[in-house]
């Protein structure tokens, strides 16, 4: 059974930082793109930051410069350092895992971030 498991949301004030994680099991997980997403109620869902297997990386253009996604193979983890927070940043967070080669992804279940201003 495959599964994201995402931690690390939670309540700050702008400026602050949070790191997210997503652990994973049931996949193989070296082989999967890694992506980080967010959704505000009433939103589509809004692609943040993605890893791939080599760790090439890419940010949506109001996170460049303050958050950092990055991947730990022997845990099986994906991150993502916040930094500089923004109220604008406040939204549900999901972890996604895809394969470059195949039509077969995963999402976590979400993790709340919110920053007050």
């Known amino acids: 059974q495959v599964q994201l498991v995402e931690s690390g949301g939670g309540l700050v004030q702008a400026g602050g930082s949070l790191r997210l994680s997503c652990a994973a099991s049931?996949?193989?997980?070296?082989?999967?793109?890694l992506a980080w997403y967010r959704q505000v109620p009433g939103k589509q869902r809004v692609l943040v930051a993605t890893i791939g297997t080599e760790r090439s990386t890419t940010y949506g253009d109001s996170v460049k410069g303050r958050f950092t996604i990055s991947r730990d193979n022997a845990e099986n983890t994906v991150y993502l350092q916040m930094n500089s927070l923004k109220p604008e940043d406040t939204a549900v967070y999901y972890c996604h895992a895809h394969l470059s080669d195949f039509p077969l992804d995963y999402w976590g279940q979400g993790t709340q971030v919110t920053v007050s201003s």
């Open positions: 049931g996949i193989t997980f070296d082989r999967y793109v």
